[in-house]
């Protein structure tokens, strides 16, 4: 039977520790709702998602309530739009419309956010893809809670470079269509390279075409736990180091797959996967920047910070694997500047670059997250920066993303608010030297020879 | 039989078990095994109860809570899963 250290241990997680579930998140697909009229394809899918969703919001309390554990953000999301929309919608306004549908039917259901207003486009853009991806500017300013992502890369097709250049573009708009809120939009709009189908996180969040109608997806979180457990082995070597992370997230984990069962029996719908992401808030204590200093750094940047992180993702995975019984999604340390305080804190002080988070993305989820850069960097420049990211991922058979925000009318060193979990960023600077003749010669990058595995 | 856990958390002072034990006996819930600790001056309880024959959890969770805060303490009432898939494999 259960005793009083480990009631007090989950309890003192919950409270001291910032232990949450961070999201469950509701795929839906919308492929029953395809119509060659763009009207009837906007009342199906309100009609759709306040049907399947309409006792999300509720049943996520109820779990809550039930066994005392905060679950912070209940979410939706969708199939890709671009791929919905594309029999009705002849122009980016059209695709707008379905946009500002979604977050109608958003706000209907009580979600904070809805992903989907995506399209994949590794190897090539379909006329409504392309649609799609120009309406994205227009369609985040107009609207609250839609997420929107867009895959322009893999490892088993390359990088289509035509995309990227054209998302550099709409980085920029967005951040333009956005400028009284600080160029918010671009916190809404992820570029993915090898993007997930059942990512819970927002806002790359968008239910892949080969998943089930209707599934549940949990994120779980707990930086803070890790740092609470590691505060206590200080000066132990690797071992004990790497054991102490791996049977935290167990614990950690266990929690998040009580809560996918629960809601998925509750609901009547499958569960999907668990990802077992450390993502970080805002809040002191609840930071993966803390870890890595807890690690050993005396701030994030330093040299050893890359195989800090490696560590730390690869042990999470370890211990996080057994406590679920299906994975997926992103499941790796977050390492999004503005929602970190311990990242922005190493910003400020000149610990932490541009580079040095690239670097950083190469062994863990996800990519360039929530990082703020000057509002007059160059579209082509912006298309570099995803370029990269994107590479990192085609060659590593990994997850990356990026969300850039281009502050218009900041430069360097002010800071920028973005409320909420999404937080706040000092804006950092980005390499002055263009890469334009690179992004503009046009067509794609072809996939890596290890993708050859058939 | 439902397995919830109460955990009390706060000052030590006269009467807190009895008020928590009266409230539940009123309530009809059984109390299957109880530890209590002092740690640091503080007072530290935990419960085993069968919440089976409660009507509404939520409301029993939200009275314990409320009956904590007259008497100065934190109640918590969770189902017992959230511990048992912690820490049981």
Do not use: W
Not at chain 1, 89 to 103: H, S, W
Not at chain 1, 296 to 322: F, H, I
């Amino acid at each position: 039977m259960i005793n009083i250290y480990e009631v007090n241990e989950t309890n003192q997680m919950i409270q001291q520790d910032n232990l949450d579930v961070r999201t469950i998140t509701l795929g839906i697909s919308l492929m029953d709702c395809i119509d060659g009229d763009l009207h009837k394809v906007n009342d199906k899918i309100y009609e759709k998602i306040t049907r399947v969703a309409k006792d999300l919001v509720s049943t996520g309390q109820e779990i809550e309530r039930e066994y005392g554990i905060p679950i912070v953000n209940k979410r939706i999301s969708v199939t890709p739009i671009a791929i919905i929309g594309e029999a009705a919608c002849k122009c980016p306004e059209d695709y707008v419309t379905i946009a500002r549908t979604l977050d109608r039917a958003a706000k209907t259901v009580g979600v904070n956010f809805i992903g989907g207003y995506s399209a994949l486009v590794a190897k090539g853009m379909t006329k409504g893809e392309e649609n799609l991806i120009r309406s994205i500017p227009q369609a985040l300013a107009e609207t609250e809670r839609v997420c929107s992502s867009v895959n322009v890369g893999s490892t088993k097709s390359g990088i289509n470079m035509d995309a990227v250049c054209l998302m550099g573009e709409m980085v920029k708009l967005a951040a333009e269509f956005t400028k009284e809120q600080d160029s918010l939009g671009c916190a809404k709009l992820v570029i993915f390279c090898n993007a997930p189908d059942d990512n819970p996180f927002m806002a790359g969040a968008f239910h892949g075409v080969t998943e089930a109608d209707a599934i549940i997806n949990v994120g779980v979180s707990g930086p803070g736990v890790v740092k609470h457990a590691l505060s206590k082995v200080r000066g132990e070597n690797f071992e004990v180091l790497c054991e102490t992370i791996k049977k935290t997230a167990f614990k950690v984990t266990r929690v998040g797959q009580l809560v996918a069962q629960e809601a998925s029996r509750r609901m009547g719908i499958p569960f999907g996967i668990l990802d077992l992401s450390l993502a970080p808030t805002p809040a002191v204590g609840d930071s993966v920047a803390e870890i890595l200093e807890e690690i050993g750094l005396e701030r994030t940047g330093a040299p050893g910070t890359t195989a800090a992180l490696a560590l730390l993702n690869d042990q999470v995975k370890k211990g996080g694997v057994m406590a679920s019984s299906y994975v997926g999604g992103l499941s790796g340390a977050f390492i999004p500047v503005s929602e970190d305080q311990g990242m922005i804190d190493a910003v400020q002080e000149g610990a932490l670059t541009l580079e040095k988070l690239e670097a950083m993305t190469c062994v863990c989820s996800v990519g360039l997250d929530m990082i703020a850069i000057p509002g007059d960097t160059k579209p082509s420049t912006i298309a570099g920066i995803i370029a990269d990211e994107m590479a990192i991922g085609m060659v590593n058979q990994k997850t990356t993303a990026v969300r850039v925000i281009p502050v218009i009318g900041k430069g360097v060193g002010e800071m920028v608010e973005f409320g909420g979990l999404l937080g706040y960023a000092p804006i950092m600077p980005v390499n002055k030297f263009s890469c334009e003749a690179f992004v503009n010669r046009g067509g794609r990058i072809p996939a890596p020879i290890h993708s050859f595995k058939n | 039989m439902k397995k919830s856990i109460i955990t009390v958390v706060g000052k030590d002072t006269v009467g807190i078990i009895a008020k928590v034990c009266t409230y539940l006996a009123d309530n009809g819930v059984n109390i299957l095994d109880i530890s209590q600790t002092i740690v640091q001056g503080y007072f530290n309880m935990m419960m085993i109860v069968d919440t089976g024959a409660v009507k509404s959890f939520d409301t029993l969770a939200g009275e314990l809570e409320e009956l904590g805060k007259g008497i100065g303490v934190v109640i918590k009432c969770q189902q017992e899963e959230i511990f048992e898939s912690m820490h049981r494999i």
